[in-house]
């Protein structure tokens, strides 16, 4: 028989390891209440897939994620995938902050190994809790040889999506990860993974960012646009010292004109503006609804503002030339 790949969890908290009043409490429930040996032990069918290690990172709810949990993350991956025991990282998350998570690893692991991160929306306690099958799901993927290379992989409800493209997109439903346009990857199915596509994003191994002497990452801000924005929240956000903006606008990513003025400002001071899109999917077109050669800022294609706060935060730690950093943009 072949040998079983070892894989390490590391648990984060989230809804998968939460607990409700009773089997029907979907909603109002607690998360981050269970600990990684109690979730092992709930699925004794991972021992069929991979010889399995849990660890506790940490015990939150994904909305208190902070750049410094992230940090913390990374470093722990790839100490833990430069062991020669070890084949592939499975991460338990919340799944409201997941898809950040994902994807602020794709771009800071440096390894080939497989990285699966994995959450529920129902808690443990539920009827038809997701947890269980989706954390047996993501272990035999993370142990699988078809992941290699593939970065870092989101794995919900028997679907695998890329970290860069995948969204939380119900609040409550088990099927709420997708990736609606670019599309999901592959299958997981009769316990082996199907895929059919690959990202053509660089990422793990391949990328420049190294967060290995990191202890803090650039302060990064997102500003929505709508009808009858201002300028107050902007403003507030730069003279709190924000080194970068994201403003996810209306559109194509179309500025108000009083918002405008004010980024054209926070530009001249030497925050770095990347203008991206509230819609959701498309490419946010650099020249396009503002004149980016001019204003000089930094258009993030088809990236989320979630999403573009991350590549710009990394981009930060390497340059401040926004020439580069749109070039990132297109890279990543
Ligand atoms: N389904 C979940 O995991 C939601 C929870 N609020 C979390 O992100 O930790």
Known sequence: AEKLAH??????????????????????????????????????????????????VFQIASENMTNEHWLTLAKR??????????????????????????????????????????????????????????????????????AVGKGVLVALNDQIHSARDVSKTNTSTPDSFKTPELGLLGYIQGSKPYFYRASTRKHTADTEFDVSRLASLPQVDIVYG?????????????????????????????????????????????????????VGQGILARNGEANDDELDFVAADTLSAQKARILLML???????????QQMFYTY
């Open 226 to 278: 709508y009808a009858n924005v201002g300028p107050v929240a902007l403003n507030a956000l730069v003279a709190a010292g924000a080194k970068g903006i994201i403003h996810a606008g209306v559109g194509d990513g179309s500025l108000a004109a009083t918002v405008k003025t004010a980024l054209v400002a926070a530009r001249k001071q030497g925050v770095v503006i990347v203008r991206a899109s509230r």
């Open 77 to 146: 991956v790839n100490t833990l995938l430069a062991q020669p025991d070890v084949d592939g990282i499975v991460i338990t998350h919340g799944t409201d902050t997941l898809e950040e998570t994902a994807y602020f690893l794709d771009l800071t692991v440096k390894s080939r190994k497989p990285v699966v991160v994995v959450g529920a929306m129902r808690p443990g306690t539920a009827l038809s809790a997701d947890g269980p099958i989706n954390l047996y799901n993501a272990v035999l993927l993370a142990a699988s040889k078809e």
């Open 7 to 56: 894989v390490t969890i590391l648990a984060t908290g989230g809804t998968i390891a939460g607990s409700g009043a009773s089997s029907t409490t979907t909603v109002g429930y607690t998360a981050a209440t269970v600990g990684v040996d109690t979730l092992i032990k709930a699925v004794p069918e991972l021992s069929k897939v991979a010889q399995v290690k849990g660890e506790q």
């Open 315 to 325: 981009a930060l730690t390497r340059t401040s030339d926004t020439k580069a950093i």
